[in-house]
């Protein structure tokens, strides 16, 4: 058993909490998108919320699908945008919560089932919101989880790098062919500022097992440095092919449930850190989702709703190129 210590936990929280550096410009990110649009100044920030960011939007007649619907960010975005008009599928990992959560909004909203660990469930899901013939103007990846104990595995891999990364990067292929259909499909990954916790090397391809050594923190860093490169990656792909688009964030530090696994009193009472509420949490998702001014704009990084810069790793195409490689390699009984 590996464990957690207090301390570990609470200076994770501050590390988080310490801010992700805002762009003045595109000048210092290099984008995956060569020659596609910079994304603007945004007149919203740390304060803003997934309200605020949407106001005056009318989304009739578009359709989005959020992962990990039924508490925290996930809901609060698949409210906001049912809220603004969109046909929102809600995506939990049972049935009972998926339409728990559902009903708890008003809008037109269709409960999914989406267990991202269990890949023949992740396929299923995915055809069966493919033959609504619904194209998927939003894709919003946010289900996760964080700082499991005890090393677990799912599908041969560590599990967060199995959640949060690879179970997403099915599901977006599977949904690639409604994205496309869509005007302008925007996929939208919560990464987090934690993926500066990832190894120093980047992506460890010869111990995605955890075989070789595992620290719960270290892992969960890991999986959103992929989450990022993901991003990067898939936002040169659709460059090549079509006007769908792909962004990255980092949500803020919000009081939910994704640190459940932590030990008991791993709380970070005391220590100055800037929350955000769940609102404010949700709004870099949802202007990513939907805000006129962005169309176009792919392969970028966000914080508090403007562009931002991660560290360099995230940035290393070719290690995003290694990481597409071995994604695929790792769901090659299950890719369409």
Sequence with gaps: MTT??????????ALLAAGVPVLASGDDYVPAVAGGPEPPTSPFGFDSTAEDVTRGLDLAGMTALVTGCNSGLGLETMRVLALRGAHVFGAARSRKKAEAACESVAGMTTPVVVELSDFDNIVSTADHVRSTGEAIDMLILNAGIMGL????????????????HLGHFLLTEHLLPSLREARAGRVVVVSSAGHRWAPAEGIQFDNLDGSKGYDPF??????????????????????????????SLHPGVIKTGIGRHGPPGSGAEGQRISYKTVPQGAATSCYLATHPELDGVSGYYFADCNAALPNAQMMDDGMAKKLWQASETLTREYRL
Excluded: W
Excluded at 222 to 245: I, V, Y
């Design 149 to 164: 104990r005890e090393l677990a595995l799912s599908n041969g891999v560590e599990r967060q790098f199995a959640v949060n």
């Design 4 to 13: 957690v210590s207090r301390r570990s936990v609470v200076k994770s929280c």
């Design 218 to 247: 270290v892992a969960y860093g890991q999986s959103k440095l992929a989450n990022g490169l993901f991003s990067r990656e898939l936002a040169r792909r659709l460059s090549q092919s079509s006007r769908a688009t792909s962004n």
